[in-house]
Nanobody
Framework: HVQLVESGGGSVQAGGSLRLSCAAS????????VAWFRQAPGEEREGVAA????????VYADSVKDRFTISQDNDKNTIYLQMNSLKPEDTAMYYC?????????????????WGQGTQVTVS
């Protein structure tokens, strides 16, 4: 059974930083492509950053490019999202997701395993 548990969310002032973590269990992340998504109230879920199973290729939404960095630690079976220069429009619930396969993608429908989310609020 695949389980993803996010942590690291919180409240921060604009311009600040947060690092989100996603602890995976029930599978080895090096065999999965993973991604971070976010959803603000009344908005559709948006793909933020994705990384392939080999941790070589990354994909970012234009809205976060050059500010956010996705990475994973295979020894800890954990995926991270480093968020810098945060803006109020980054406020949302952030979710990590995993899919069997190699290539990274920001298409939510391609992911079958999701965490419960962690709230990020930027004021």
């Amino acid at each position: 059974h695949v389980q993803l548990v996010e942590s690291g969310g919180g409240s921060v002032q604009a311009g600040g930083s947060l690092r989100l973590s996603c602890a995976a269990s029930g599978y080895t992340i090096r065999r999965y492509a993973v991604a971070w998504f976010r959803q603000a109230p009344g908005e559709e879920r948006e793909g933020v950053a994705a990384i392939d199973s080999d941790s070589i290729t990354t994909v970012y939404a234009d809205s976060v490019k050059d500010r956010f960095t996705i990475s994973q630690d295979n020894d800890k079976n954990t995926i991270y999202l480093q968020m810098n220069s945060l803006k109020p429009e980054d406020t949302a619930m952030y979710y990590c997701a995993a899919r069997q396969g190699v290539r990274p993608t920001l298409i939510a429908d391609e992911f079958g395993d999701w965490g419960q989310g962690t709230q990020v609020t930027v004021s």
